[in-house]
């Protein structure tokens, strides 16, 4: 009984190490995101292993510029510099180099990118699985952060549009920082997207709570200050102005980025070409003003 629970212990745990790997090392097609979670929800011990996993290189990146790290790269180079030393010196140098190429150099190797960033570039979508079995999907030249503790979840949006897909769990809040204000949700599916300092949030399932706060404001926002979304509906506010507009969304139209798709009914031609070039560096120029 025990060996049994042993071996599907270290299963999980090596398939969890696969996952987080494969999650933060190329970017994850819709099939592998949805495979993903099919593997996160089918045993709780997967997800336990898979947010050890997470907890383990956040606390390993905490530490990298320690005193501790610093007195062993000390002693490391105190001991080459040495020309004759005895073998169990040699032996424990060398077995400081391995942990530091373990803690330091290859936890911060993943392709050049920290584990918590994520961006895209011109033209470029990204879908992005995240522990707890949320997605995030970012459009073109966009980048987010992830911030996730046992208590919170949070995501910061540096720039640009992203969609997100948020499992439920009321014991940590799910909530979106951009340009100061804070999208607040608990099981839903809602877009984010940061433009000129302007923010357009877009709620497509569920119900989430939107706060236009400044940029100076230090403490969270309080309940009085958000407002509530229902499916459907738009918000947009301008950051450090408490300025928010508030409209039934075109779902169709806002969402059509989803399928790489564009949607210019309705839209001045000066907008169209604006909303075309966020997807090209080969920029279409409006060379005549009175259209």
């Not at 629970?5 to 299963?11: F, L, M, P």
């Not at 391995?98 to 330091?104: D, E, G, I, T, Y």
């Not at 340009?179 to 099981?187: F, K, L, P, T």
Request: net charge neutral; charged share 30%; hydrophobic share 40%.
């Amino acid at each position: 009984m025990n060996e049994d629970r042993d071996r599907a212990h270290s299963s999980a745990a090596t398939e969890a190490a696969d996952w987080y790997a494969r999650l933060r090392a190329t970017d994850i097609p819709e099939m592998d995101a949805t495979r993903f979670r099919a593997w996160l929800v089918g045993d709780p011990a997967r997800r336990r292993e898979f947010e050890a996993i997470d907890a383990l290189w956040d606390d390993l990146k905490s530490i990298e510029a320690s005193p501790e790290i610093g007195r062993i790269r000390g002693e490391i180079a105190a001991r080459r510099r040495k020309i004759a030393r005895p073998r169990v010196s040699a032996w424990l140098a060398s077995a400081a180099i391995l942990f530091l190429a373990v803690v330091v150099g290859g936890m911060f190797s993943w392709q050049h990118r920290e584990a918590n960033h994520y961006a895209t570039d011109v033209g470029e979508q990204r879908t992005v699985p995240l522990p707890d079995g949320s997605v995030i999907r970012l459009n073109t030249d966009s980048a987010i952060r992830i911030h996730y503790a046992a208590d919170r979840r949070s995501i910061e949006l540096v720039r640009g549009q992203v969609n997100f897909k948020v499992v439920k769990d009321p014991a940590r809040p799910f909530t979106v920082i951009a340009s100061g204000g804070e999208v607040r949700a608990v099981g839903t599916v809602f877009d984010v997207y940061e433009s000129d300092n302007s923010v357009t949030v877009t709620l497509i399932e569920g119900k989430i709570a939107v706060a236009a706060t400044t940029q100076s404001s230090a403490e969270p926002p309080a309940a009085k200050d958000r407002i509530l979304l229902s499916a459907g509906e738009q918000l947009s506010y301008s950051a450090g102005v408490v300025s928010v507009k508030r409209r039934n969304a075109d779902l169709p139209r806002a969402t059509a980025w989803h399928e790489r798709k564009l949607d210019f009914a309705d839209t001045p031609l000066s907008d169209a070409i604006a909303e075309a070039n966020r997807y090209s560096r080969d920029q279409v120029v409006l060379d005549a003003p009175r259209l």
